[in-house]
């Protein structure tokens, strides 16, 4: 058997650490995307839980801008990136005004409207901690792709983000289970349609 030279040995070696730290990074990568899915849904049920108990819209408001503050925080921490309370108040401000200015609340009351048959005030609650509940979720996966991305939105800012995560929350089976899931979480019977 030949002998390696040093030369090689120290190729390989590299070669092996390269591979070590491409597995490592993608491990990591699947890690943080799991803890984040987590954070998204116990916040995407507190925020429905907190509008369906309370029917008063500006109080809703209220407690779903600090939820949204206190997720921003801890998706933050996933990333290990370091956010103030106001930092991460400023974030949840800009992705509000992203879904005004896009008619998001508007097009998610809609969808959600159109996925139940409105029944009277029960559904008309349910269909607002539906959209609420939508709405953290995209706003979730929108600041896990900030934060991934080393605090930056990227090519087209917070915008394309925000339509790029709508855009895949939209896909209809997706949207079927997450209404499925929220109203088992919600514990509310659908509508017959």
Not at 103 to 131: D, F, H, R
Request: aromatic content about 6%; charged content about 15%.
């Amino acid at each position: 058997m030949a002998t390696q030279t040093p030369d090689l040995i120290a190729d390989n070696i590299l070669l092996q650490c390269q591979s070590l730290t491409t597995e490592a990074r993608s491990v990591l990568s699947q890690q943080r995307e799991q803890l984040t899915q987590q954070i998204i849904d116990r916040y995407q049920w507190i925020v429905a839980g907190a509008v369906v108990a309370n029917p008063i819209p500006l109080a809703d408001f209220l407690a779903t801008a600090a939820v949204h503050t206190q997720m921003v925080m801890e998706i933050a921490q996933v990333y290990d990136c370091q956010i103030s309370r106001e930092d991460s108040q400023s974030l949840v401000k800009s992705i509000i005004q992203t879904f005004t200015a896009l008619g998001m609340t508007k097009t998610v009351l809609q969808i959600m409207s159109m996925t139940l048959n409105p029944l009277g005030i029960l559904v008309k609650t349910t269909i607002g901690g539906l959209t609420a509940a939508y709405l953290t979720r995209i706003a979730g996966r929108s600041f896990q792709e900030y934060f991934a991305h080393q605090e930056n939105w990227g090519d087209g800012g917070i915008s394309k983000v925000v339509e790029r995560q709508f855009n895949l929350a939209q896909k209809e089976e997706l949207l079927q289970t997450f209404v499925q899931q929220t109203l088992n979480h919600l514990k509310i019977k659908p509508p017959s349609i």
